[in-house]
């Protein structure tokens, strides 16, 4: 069995019937065959899903299937709703079902309102021809495997279907051999739906995987300031324990006492952890998302996840609640009944855990600085032009419609318009956009120059209005821009970057040198008149490819949508609002697509680094926090087992400072131990994230020494606390101490 689904797209409806809330509001909706929900095994839960009928004639079936989720937003899960019509551009349709509560699609983080016939396309996404257009790639196959066949036998079936259409179509056309063996080299990958599609798992799996681990990190320190704890509440019990111990308590008893009374605890921290999650998971889903709204992921925790947060707590609690155990029930019971310690191993076990609190909380800050200062260099980037008080606006000329042949005329109109605005120094065109995810790639060949081995060579292009360069204010390095004189009826001409003209050029000069675009449907060559610099476009973290521009308004390869490029002066709200009303004025009925600023985009291309950026740091604090208290833990509790000590050395003429000095250098001492095995685990560590990394090293000097100072000082404070208590011990007092 196979379906077919097309991508998300987000449209305007209304509801007229009384009930429904009334107004127009933003939906998301998909296209869908109709065996779609049959074939992912789907039933609807109120009313029916699509049939084959509904999927035949285009236009035909004007019939739509409602999320469980929007259901019950909007109408409350009124069972009324099956039947009611709702309003899409011009077209109205009639609601026939409702899919359950946990299917949201395939596609993972994506969640559909509607999912309408794919023989509505023309009615959803009106003036263009999907469903004739060979050439449009826009849907998406979902395929059941019938139970005897693998899926490595499926693919290998597809594969010979697929190596026999493209060797008719490599016959038919005019290839060059390069080409025609690119072509012939092409295979389809099946992957397993189980787990839906998802650009959220690819995009953000190994930042989660170093947030994973860094968590590990945070727990191992948390583990090890509870065994601190328990090792000085076993040793404040050691008289109790060798009393029973005298009076024929078994050690593996008191073991099991005290392993119940560390699970217990580590039990009620998973417990405490878990409400923490319900809160923490939504701020994830925040940071990972882009833009306003939030990605639609059930984050509440399942059976799944409590059976891990379980296991994990009781793991922990075993693993280290048992040591001080074991150490708690190993006493010799004369010094125990008079609660005295034996030998000179006291607070050998509770030192080496905070020397490894200091030692991992370091990995931590020196990962975090390296994160922060990788995102401060992102940021600092210069993208060869001013972000401030950028604005791009996408319309859509075609779902007005407006044909072919009027849209140069719309912009035309639109720029003249716009740069008529108070507060806009310029206005320009851009086919792709600047940090939208869109490129354009063509095989090019240049005047004089002759690619090694016959290679095919590539450069990046975009088709960008008159004064493109000027409104983003990008410099030009040889001859001019691209004007208002470069239109359909001159010759056509073209901007190349500093990088392509390195490359082709490096000994002469590009001006007016020819640059052919090879790509079959759109063959057509330009002349060179000007060389801008090298800007970023879409990436902050790679070097500025070979690219090439030419004129929006051109007949050749002219493209039916474009962003408008608009540098304000500032008050983009304002700006903003009367570029809303300006195209409204044009056409009522011309969408506006997306309105954002640069700032916006260039933001939201930073999502990953700002998520590692942020946890980390946070994690690192939490680390650093985890490790001074388990530090100061440590320091008291010696302070206070050594007050006999402590009066002895006052009474015999030490002074405050001297007993302040002496804690200090006990505590510096662990501190720098823990320094010294953590600064090579950190740059081992660096290393395996070294790719996440920008303008920077993982050996990073500043970065290591901002952590380790950091640490030094919270230790310092943290060693200085009992300290100074003990400096403050009456010498009378601690002579009488035991």
């Not at 994973?212 to 109790?240: F, K, P, S, T, Y």
């Not at 947060?309 to 155990?325: D, E, H, K, N, R």
């Not at 120059?449 to 410099?475: E, H, M």
């Not at 208290?629 to 320091?635: A, D, E, Q």
Request: proline share 6%.
């Amino acid at each position: 069995m196979c379906a077919v689904q097309s991508n998300i797209s987000r449209f305007d409806v209304s509801f007229d019937e009384p009930g429904s809330g009334g107004g127009a509001e933003k939906a998301v909706g998909q296209l869908v065959s109709g065996d779609y929900f049959s074939v992912l095994g789907v039933p609807a839960v109120a009313g029916r899903e699509f049939s084959a009928e509904d999927d035949k004639v285009p236009g035909g079936r004007p019939v739509a299937v409602m999320s469980y989720r929007y259901w019950k937003r909007r109408f409350a899960l009124d069972p009324g709703v099956i039947g009611k019509t709702m309003r899409l551009n011009k077209t109205r349709f009639t609601i026939i079902g409702v899919t359950p509560p946990e299917f949201f699609g395939e596609a993972v983080g994506v969640s559909p309102d509607f999912w309408l016939p794919m023989m509505m396309q023309a009615q959803v996404i009106p003036g263009r021809s999907y469903l004739r257009d060979p050439e449009t790639l826009w849907l998406q196959i979902v395929a059941r495997l019938k139970p005897d066949i693998s899926q490595q036998q499926a693919e290998a079936g597809i594969n010979v279907e697929w190596q026999q259409t493209l060797a008719a179509q490599a016959g038919a056309e005019r290839l060059t051999p390069e080409r025609r063996r690119d072509l012939l080299d092409q295979r389809i990958a099946l992957h397993a739906g189980s787990r839906g599609v998802s650009t959220v798992r690819q995009q953000f799996s190994e930042p989660l995987l170093i947030l994973m681990a860094v968590v590990g990190l945070v727990l191992l320190i948390a583990c090890a300031n509870v065994a601190n704890l328990l090792l000085a509440r076993a040793a404040a019990r050691r008289r109790e324990i060798g009393v029973r111990l005298a009076l024929g308590a078994g050690r593996l008893q008191l073991i099991r006492q005290l392993l119940t009374e560390s699970v217990l605890l580590a039990l009620l921290g998973g417990a405490l952890g878990l409400l923490f999650a319900s809160w923490g998971s939504h701020l994830l889903l925040v940071l990972v998302s882009n833009g306003s709204t939030v990605i639609p992921l059930d984050l509440h925790p399942d059976g799944r996840v409590l059976g891990f947060t379980g296991a994990v707590s009781l793991l922990t609690g075993i693993l280290f609640g048992l040591a001080p155990a074991l150490r708690a029930t190993a006493v010799d019971l004369t010094f125990a009944i008079r609660d005295r310690q034996a030998g000179g191993r006291r607070h050998r076990l509770g030192k080496a855990l905070v020397v490894s609190q200091v030692a991992l909380s370091l990995i931590l800050l020196i990962g975090s600085g390296l994160f922060v200062r990788s995102l401060r260099n992102l940021l600092a980037v210069d993208l060869g032009y001013s972000r401030e008080g950028l604005l791009l606006i996408r319309i859509d000329p075609v779902a007005a419609g407006y044909g072919h042949s009027q849209i140069p005329g719309l912009y035309r109109q639109l720029l003249e318009r716009i740069a008529a605005i108070p507060g806009v120094r310029g206005a320009s065109l851009s086919h792709n956009g600047l940090f939208s995810g869109s490129d354009s790639v063509d095989p090019i060949s240049v005047e004089g120059y002759t690619p090694p081995n016959g290679k095919n060579l590539q450069a990046r292009y975009d088709q960008v209005g008159p004064n493109y360069f000027s409104a983003l204010g990008i410099p030009m390095l040889k001859g001019r821009e691209i004007g208002p004189e470069d239109t359909e009826n001159s010759p056509r001409v073209g901007v190349i970057n500093e990088s392509l003209a390195r490359f082709y050029f490096p000994d002469t000069d590009p001006i007016g040198k020819r640059i052919t675009d090879e790509f079959p449907s759109t063959r057509a060559d330009f002349r060179v008149v000007g060389v801008v610099r090298d800007v970023k476009n879409n990436g902050l973290r790679r070097q500025p490819p070979r690219r090439f521009y030419v004129p929006f308004f051109h007949p050749i390869g002219q493209p039916d949508t474009a962003n408008l490029v608009i540098r304000t002066a500032g008050g983009q709200q304002a700006v903003l609002a009367a570029i809303r009303r300006e195209v409204q004025a044009v056409s009522k009925d011309l969408p506006v697509l997306s309105a954002r600023t640069l700032s916006e985009l260039v933001d939201q291309s930073l999502i990953q680094e700002r998520l590692i950026t942020v946890l980390s740091s946070f994690f690192g604090a939490v680390a650093a926090l985890l490790a001074s208290i388990g530090l100061y833990g440590i320091m008291a509790y010696a302070v206070a087992r050594r007050t006999n000590e402590i009066g002895i050395r006052m009474a015999l003429g030490a002074q405050k400072g001297d007993v302040i000095r002496l804690v200090l250098q006990e505590t510096l001492l662990l501190v720098l131990s823990g320094i010294v095995l953590g600064v090579p685990a950190a740059l081992a560590a660096a290393r395996l994230v070294s790719s996440r990394l920008f303008g920077l090293t993982p050996a990073d000097p500043l970065t290591i020494t901002a952590a380790t100072l950091l640490l030094l000082a919270v230790a310092v404070l943290a060693g200085y606390l009992p300290a100074r208590r003990a400096s403050r011990v009456d010498p009378m007092v601690a002579l009488r101490y035991e």
